[in-house]
């Protein structure tokens, strides 16, 4: 005879909202195995009283055999899953804005060329990571400048510095993907990359200081370091390549 396993899941669900961890919970006990008591809550009253009721803060809470689990991290736990760290440091945002320029790179030279790997798609891979890489920033310039004024040289002697830098970065690149204009890209990467090359290098190997990059944002959780030097010295070498005029 097969037990089956049970849990009782109290979500919100309203007619203007619907909780997604109460979704997630209850897509996380399926996939368990268990059968699903799915009791929606469905207004403020009913769900301030649930509370209330059980001593708790949040919603979705989930009950096993009649003992109370809590709510979708405490679930994922029950579970032997992870928990997200939201204070973690992580280079994924970074590396998926680099996966992404090199994807889209091939893609255009394939669509141009008929040969994915060229001098030019390398070109193109460093220009599409300039545009991706100044989208976050220019997301929050303010939050953007606040936390690049932390490390960056320039922008703690003249603080307009680090609110241009976001459109700086994404001109040079748009001028080099285009390769347009290149008496102001190629001064502006070289600029902006150098300075930010040196500002890392200082911070990092040589004040030993372990802070967060802006690379991808002021709300960053990427550590300034190798990555963020290598945004920094791609603009430069990108910005010498054309100079030294390789159209190949």
């Known amino acids: 005879m097969t037990c089956t396993k049970t849990a009782v899941l109290h979500r919100m669900v309203m007619e203007k909202h619907i909780c997604p961890y109460g979704l997630k919970s209850k897509y996380l006990l399926e996939q368990a195995g268990f059968t699903v008591d799915d009791r929606w809550l469905t207004s403020r009253e009913q769900t301030d009283a649930f509370k209330a009721q059980h001593g708790v803060k949040t919603t979705p809470q989930t009950f096993i055999e009649g003992v109370r689990i809590g709510g ?19 280079y994924v945002p970074v590396l998926a804005i680099f996966a992404m320029a090199a994807l889209m790179a091939l893609a255009i030279s394939w669509v141009s060329t008929g040969t994915l790997l060229t001098i030019r798609t390398g070109e193109t891979f460093i220009a599409v990571a300039m545009c991706l890489l100044a989208v976050p920033k220019l997301q929050d310039v303010d939050a953007f400048a ?6 960056d040289l320039l922008a703690r002697r003249w603080v307009p510095y680090a609110y241009i830098y976001p459109y700086a970065e994404a001109l040079a690149g748009i001028l080099m993907l285009a390769r ?26 040589i004040q030993k200081r372990d802070i967060k990059c802006a690379c991808v944002g002021g709300s960053s959780r990427v550590p300034l370091g190798f990555v963020s030097l290598t945004e920094n010295v791609m603009m430069v070498a990108m910005a010498i390549w054309m100079l030294v005029g390789h159209r190949l």
């Open 72 to 90: 979708n991290d405490d679930l994922r736990r029950h579970l032997g899953k992870s928990v997200k760290d939201p204070d973690a440091v992580s």
């Open 146 to 151: 606040t936390m690049f004024m932390g490390y």
């Open 180 to 205: 347009a204009l290149d008496w102001i890209a190629i001064p502006t990467a070289l600029f902006i990359g150098g300075i930010g090359a040196v500002s890392v290098y200082y911070a990092v190997y």
